[in-house]
């Protein structure tokens, strides 16, 4: 399980305007705001984009400027994963240390939505005997029952994080991870091609024509 939720898209004229930095052509670009305060790609500015963008990582370092910020709740199987691309990326998280045993455990804490319906048996009986243990340590206090809890969470516990990334990272995320075998890294490379432009400047196909 994996959800999305709140998520910005930011600088993207000040990303484009760079873009042009070295070659001075500012004057060529046709990019404007629209009656909702869009920010839209003109089509010099995207054909421009989408030829930097090709060109490799060298030449595209605009869309390093073009920022994401995004709610993530997802399992922490998932975001050990996700802890691997530590460039240009900060997340705040909801923190199991302080609020661990602030709230009855219950089976939508978790993700469960792929276990067979032996190991969801199991797993019910499991999510109870945490829900004991939490209430043990709300009655004594007793920093043991807190180390059981602590100990005890298994990887499918969910964690909501608010994370800032950049396009540069999530195009490295897209092509890394969209064939992966975990469906949450599915979801998230769907979220990634809902972005604003991201057929072009994320999720293209390298043997496709810049668009004209």
Known sequence: MLRIERFDVMNLENALRGARNPMNSWNL????????????????????????????????????????????????????????????????????????????????????????????????????YLEQVRLRYIETKDKAFWYDMIQLLPSSYNQLRTCTLNYETLANIYHSRRGHKLEEWHTFCYFIESLPYASQLIAFDSTEPVSQ
């Open 29 to 128: 670009s046709d990019s404007a705001y629209d009656d909702d305060g869009q920010f839209i790609l003109g089509p010099k500015d995207l054909q421009l984009a989408q030829k930097l963008c090709r060109a490799g990582s060298d030449h595209r370092k605009f869309i390093r400027m073009i920022f994401v910020s995004v709610d993530v709740t997802a399992p922490l199987y998932w975001w050990k994963e996700y802890d691997t691309y530590k460039v240009a990326t900060v997340a705040n998280s909801c923190s199991t240390m302080h609020k661990i045993h602030s709230k009855p455990f219950t089976a939508d804490d978790f993700s469960h939505d792929h276990m067979t319906k032996e190991a969801r048996a199991r797993f019910q009986d499991y999510v109870a």
